[in-house]
């Protein structure tokens, strides 16, 4: 029994005691035993005396430094929202940063089943218990939807003590994914064989939530993100290139369109590196895409939208006057003889043509400067005022990274994200958008691109989009095209317009019949505790964490 309890027992005893002989009045004596149980009430508020019905599992292990006490939670989340992976991270953050408690939320997957666990560890085991008591009391009455219970995992005693040595960046708390433990790949979720894959999402008709990825096949080939306004595009499309970067190393080179992508990752916290070409940043001088002509010719024809006779003058003048840029084009064309008015009309519309990647924009246009490829590089076609000019800046790029590839320049896999692709690939001219397409992925470019408009693209492109990820489509004629395509059958068809917000159907080399998914936002199936938190960051922000499968 601890000595204050001995002592309040006692001193009570006593003044009942000197009651009884009459030694002191009755009043006197009550407040002589109030007075000494002060003590024992200071005591317990201060928590120091733990009553039987605190009496929890509390685990010890011990390190060279004295032993540490833990307790390890379950939250088991019944309802997947954002607002329930908000409300326990900042519930136990708040905790966490109060300071004599180190918590570690923890994330592991046990087959499909992703188990979100926290830690709590201390060397006063006291303090713990009623610690663990009153995170467990503050979630259930501040977040809905969830369950916390104990669970004793003795396995986890070697990550118990490391957390309380860490060094710990972010106040007490200590976030740790699966992945990390394993130091293996981020996402394991329902695989077996550990080769590269991109998270997508959750599968929605099936019996029970599945993770669904993208598979080492599927990124071998080109995928099609379709979909009307507002059905989840450009959304799914940051989430692949960021899951292409931190999932499976693969750099991406992201057209940005409209500059809503930038901001996108930004809202993620992910890093990245982004280039203006309106200032000469990643510039790209189209005369030096390539020594064949005709090649040259036709990657034009489709940047400008030349006329044949357009194009003809185009190839006179880059066959006689051999300029290295557009303003020695401009000059050479200027002089080139004309046999008829109607010549000289083609020759205005040429340089009129090329005068918009001249004036205005010029920078992105005089010089090739080329981008190391390595983590996710951003460029900001929106920079690029003129929609002629950037239309050609992006094809410009795509031959760019094609012809470099094509004469035999070795490099890393790469996927080039564009959206609104529409606005890029539509039109008449197609031979160098079938070529690019149908060719490019054996040089390992992958191209990833977006639009709410199916049926105006080349139907070469379609056909080249091994994973098709088909969002919510009104318009009938998107629908028939997309049907046709994937050979939908009657169910999907019906479905295809009623498609909420990041829900779609989905085809791959690797699952050949469609599929109903749902596009997530978490890096990892199940990963709510860790997604707010980390902004997207790769989870484990401090190394050197044991691996506690080998411990
Ligand atoms: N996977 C998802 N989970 C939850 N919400 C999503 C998801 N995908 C998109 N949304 C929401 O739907 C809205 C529209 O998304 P997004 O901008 O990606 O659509 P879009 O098809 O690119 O539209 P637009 O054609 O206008 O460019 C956004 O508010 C976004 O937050
Ligand atoms: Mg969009």
Redesign the pocket.
Known sequence: MPLVLRFTLVAAALSLLSYALGVVKLEYSLALAVLSITPLVVFIIKGRLRFPSLRIPVSTSHNGLGSVSFRILEVEVKARRDSVASGIAKVVSDRASRGDIRYVLLSVMEGDLRRSLIILTSRDAGRLSVEAEVLKSLLSSLVEDIRVYDVNIPELAPLASWALEARVHSKGLILVSESTLSSRHPFKGGSNDGSTRIYL?EVLDKPYPKPFALEGRDLEGHIGVF??????????L??LAERAWYQARIPVLLLDWTG?HSSLLKARGLSFKEYNPATGEAAINPLDLSKDIDYLVSVMVKALSLSPPQAYMLLRALEQGKPRNLRELEAVVEILSEESKWDREVKRALLRKIGMLTRGSYDAFKETRGVALEGICVIRLDYVRNVLARKSYALFTLAGLFMERASGVEGPKVMIVL??AHNVFSGEEVAFIEQLFSESRKYGLILAI?T?SPSSIPNSVLLNTNTKIV?ALRSARDKNVIAETMSLTRDYIDILDKLG??EAIVQSPSNPEPLLV????VNEPGDELHQPLVQGKPVNPNPGIPDIKSS
Not at 227 to 236: E, I, N, R, Y
Not at 518 to 521: H, V
């Open positions: 999402g979909g009307s306004t507002g059905s989840g595009k450009s959304t799914t940051s989430v809503e959206d609104e977006a709410q969002h917000p990041g749902q596009i997530q936002l």
